[in-house]
């Protein structure tokens, strides 16, 4: 991938992290934690192969997304061991939400996680906008 294709790679998958965070505000106000929090999963995701792709990385899975951004962002100390734990607890609650009728999320623990998503996605859109 040329520089400039990591680039296109990266600005889509911010573009799309943004719109599965509209998606998990708009659910959220329709009273929908349990569909919203699957939302705030991709809305990371996309952050993570946005920073990965910028960086000349080109994950094919979640699972490899999730091992690169640790080896290579996480475990450097460029970001935070809480991020990997983020990124996991998110991955299990809507795999919880998709696969387990009995999974209840509350409202409040919702926002909260749809806060930290946002603060993510953020992060990952300074940085990615820093590297240019």
């Known amino acids: 991938m040329t520089g400039e294709g ?3 790679s990266a600005d889509a998958e911010i573009d799309l992290a943004d719109e599965e965070l509209r998606a998990a505000e708009a659910l959220l106000a329709d009273g929908l934690p349990r569909i919203a929090v699957g939302r705030m999963y991709f809305a990371v995701f996309h952050a993570v192969r946005a920073q990965l792709y910028a960086e000349g990385f080109e994950p094919r899975t979640h699972r490899g997304a999730q091992h690169l951004f640790n080896l290579h962002f996480v475990r450097t100390g460029r970001f935070e061991p809480a991020t990997s734990g983020l990124i996991a607890r ?3 609650f809507r795999e919880e939400a998709d696969y387990a009728p009995a999974f209840v999320v509350d409202d409040e623990g919702a926002r909260e ?4 998503a946002r603060e993510f996605v953020a992060r990952i859109r300074a940085v ?5």
Not at 113 to 116: F, I
Not at 128 to 132: E, K
């Open 6 to 8: 990591r680039r296109e």
């Open 90 to 92: 998110l991955q299990k």
């Open 113 to 116: 996680d749809l806060e930290a």
């Open 128 to 132: 990615v906008s820093a590297q240019g």
